[in-house]
């Protein structure tokens, strides 16, 4: 009967193995549309999974020769019990963990569509709005746990892009602080001002000088200025930009190349850009946030809604999501072939669907773990210890009732990130700040936390 299992495992895998080099082949057929170097990555990155795919092969193939051998010198009834529960689970780990990367690859083939198709609709916005109406559109960053390469989810996955603002000609943004005091800083608001162009003007360049030139010359020759059509007051409002950018999307979608194949419904959302693309066979759902760039650094002030009951319109919200995102891919390119710090994580955010915990909550425990064990502890055969440190770190957090900030004060965040000054010097803030406030929510926690852990040695011994 094992035996028999076995080779249903072989089955399985071989399956699997089938529909991952269908989508290594799938690479080349999306990235007709790409160009080479999105191609080169995404080839890179189809080899790799398909590398560690093969070495679980391998495994499962040594578990099934000692397995016989061990049948054929001792036919004991007990050993071969004691050998089916030991295969049982490390079947299921094995097909759950190839699972995990073919999903990871399907995510990355589609993040690299998402992200060109947005790239090319912020160089084609740019011929439309360039009359200083609108901010300037930078290139996009790729965000959230899609783009990082894992999920809670295996369908319904949001692609999320974080769009940068920068202001036009003739504008400047001064961010302020919606509280001065407030700690740590994340609330702000962008105060927009005009600035003469008379200068760019007489070299023959630009838009009119929105200061010196008089209305009726300003309305014959361009739009309105950014200050009078997006602004409440003279900040610049969150709801007027984003239903901006959701009509430029529309206008645009018909001379964008994607647009052959793809058909696009635009979807209802106050704070970000919201649509889908769909084909007969596949539809993406991709939602954009808008964000001003705070100083060089990685970090933004987007139009996302804070965590009160409201944001009003002209607040923009402190992100860390492209700071973040640049450390995971930060810690792929230091991590030795074969590390499965990506599995760990996306293993641990399915356990939570339904709890009380966010998958941020996960994301920031695996991000403080990665950043103080050695990116070599994280290889695949030390799986299940660091599946193991992930949930004895949580439990210490709910224990204590803390769980800093990845970026608050964190003096050990790697140097290629870079941070504001005020978030640098900022006191640790802690996630867990509830918990702390309320002590039944924190037995709540522990409840739930002890219901995971349960979940867990259940999805590893069962697969489900
Ligand atoms: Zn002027």
Same mark, same amino acid.
């Given at each position: 009967?094992?035996?028999?299992?076995?080779?249903?495992?072989?089955?399985?895998?071989?399956?699997?193995?089938?529909?991952?080099?269908?989508?290594? @082949?799938?690479?080349? %057929?999306?990235?007709?549309?790409?160009?080479?170097?999105?191609?080169?990555?995404?080839?890179?990155?189809?080899?790799?999974?398909?590398?560690?795919?093969?070495?679980?092969?391998?495994?499962?193939?040594?578990?099934?020769?000692?397995?016989?051998?061990?049948?054929?010198?001792?036919?004991?009834?007990?050993?071969?019990?004691?050998?089916?529960?030991?295969?049982?689970?490390?079947?299921?780990?094995?097909?759950?963990?190839?699972?995990?990367? =073919?999903?990871?690859?399907c995510w990355c083939l589609r993040c690299e569509f998402v992200t060109d198709l947005v790239n090319t609709f912020i160089l084609v916005a740019e011929q439309v709005s360039s009359d200083g109406s609108f901010p300037?559109? *930078?290139?996009?960053?790729?965000? #959230?746990?899609?783009?990082?390469?894992?999920?809670?989810?295996? $369908?319904?996955?949001?692609?999320?892009?974080?769009?940068?603002?920068?202001?036009?000609? #003739?504008?400047?943004?001064?961010?302020?602080?919606?509280?001065?005091?407030?700690?740590? $800083?994340?609330?702000?608001?962008?105060? %927009? !001002?005009? $600035?003469?162009?008379?200068?760019?003007?007489?070299? +023959?360049?630009?838009? @009119?000088?929105? @200061?010196?030139?008089?209305?009726?010359a300003l309305r014959r020759n361009q739009g309105p200025s950014l200050l009078h059509s997006l602004c409440t007051g003279c900040y610049l409002d969150v709801g007027k930009t984003v239903r901006r950018f959701h009509q430029l999307v529309k206008a645009c979608w018909v001379v964008l190349p994607h647009s052959h194949r793809w058909r696009l419904t635009m979807l209802a959302c106050s704070r970000?850009?919201?649509?889908?693309?769909?084909?007969?066979? $596949?539809?993406?759902?991709?939602? =954009?946030?808008? +964000?001003?760039?705070?100083?060089?650094?990685?970090?933004?002030?987007?139009? /996302?809604?804070?965590?009160?009951?409201?944001?009003?319109?002209?607040?923009?919200?402190?992100?860390?999501? %492209?700071?973040?995102?640049? &450390?995971?891919?930060?810690?792929?390119?230091?991590?030795?072939?074969?590390?499965?710090?990506?599995?760990?994580?996306? @293993?641990?955010?399915?356990?939570?669907?339904?709890?009380?915990?966010?998958?941020?909550?996960?994301?920031?425990?695996?991000?403080?773990?990665?950043?103080?064990?050695?990116?070599? +502890?994280?290889?695949?055969? *030390?799986?299940?210890?660091?599946?193991?440190?992930?949930?004895?770190?949580?439990?210490?957090? %709910?224990?204590?009732?803390?769980?800093?900030?990845? &970026?608050? +004060?964190?003096?050990?965040?790697? /140097?290629?990130?870079?941070?504001?000054?005020?978030?640098?010097?900022?006191?640790?803030?802690?996630?867990? !700040?509830?918990?702390? !406030?309320?002590?039944?929510?924190?037995?709540?926690?522990?409840?739930?936390?002890?219901?995971?852990?349960?979940?867990?040695?259940?999805?590893?011994?069962?697969?489900?």
């Open positions: 009967m094992l035996v028999e299992m076995m080779f249903g495992a072989m089955a399985v895998t071989k399956l699997l193995l089938w529909v991952l080099q269908q989508l290594i @082949l799938n690479v080349r %057929v999306v990235g007709d549309e790409l160009d080479e170097d999105t191609r080169d990555r995404m080839q890179h990155r189809a080899e790799q999974l398909s590398r560690e795919m093969a070495w679980l092969l391998q495994e499962l193939e040594q578990q099934k020769s000692q397995e016989l051998r061990s049948k054929e010198q001792n036919p004991v009834a007990w050993r071969a019990l004691l050998f089916a529960a030991l295969q049982h689970w490390q079947f299921w780990a094995i097909a759950g963990i190839l699972l995990l990367l =073919i999903l990871g690859l300037v559109l *930078r290139p996009c960053f790729g965000i #959230g746990c899609a783009h990082e390469g894992w999920s809670p989810y295996e $369908e319904d996955i949001i692609y999320s892009l974080l769009v940068p603002l920068a202001p036009p000609s #003739g504008h400047a943004f001064l961010p302020e602080l919606c509280n001065p005091g407030e700690t740590p $800083e994340r609330n702000f608001r962008i105060r %927009v !001002q005009l $600035e003469c162009t008379c200068a760019t003007e007489q070299l +023959g360049g630009g838009t @009119l000088c929105f @200061l010196h030139h008089d209305e009726e970000s850009c919201k649509f889908k693309v769909a084909t007969a066979e $596949e539809e993406i759902t991709i939602e =954009i946030t808008l +964000g001003v760039q705070q100083g060089d650094s990685d970090i933004f002030m987007s139009s /996302q809604a804070s965590e009160a009951i409201f944001t009003p319109s002209t607040t923009w919200t402190l992100s860390c999501a %492209v700071a973040e995102a640049k &450390f995971f891919e930060l810690t792929a390119r230091q991590a030795p072939d074969g590390s499965f710090h990506l599995r760990c994580l996306q @293993l641990c955010a399915r356990i939570l669907v339904g709890t009380g915990f966010s998958s941020y909550t996960l994301k920031t425990v695996v991000m403080h773990l990665l950043n103080t064990t050695p990116l070599s +502890g994280w290889h695949r055969t *030390r799986f299940l210890l660091r599946l193991d440190d992930i949930m004895r770190y949580l439990c210490r957090c %709910v224990e204590e009732k803390r769980l800093d900030h990845f &970026f608050f +004060g964190n003096e050990k965040i790697p /140097q290629e990130i870079a941070l504001p000054p005020a978030l640098q010097r900022a006191q640790p803030f802690n996630l867990f !700040q509830h918990l702390a !406030q309320d002590p039944d929510a924190q037995a709540e926690a522990m409840r739930e936390f002890m219901d995971m852990q349960d979940c867990l040695t259940r999805m590893l011994t069962y697969g489900h």
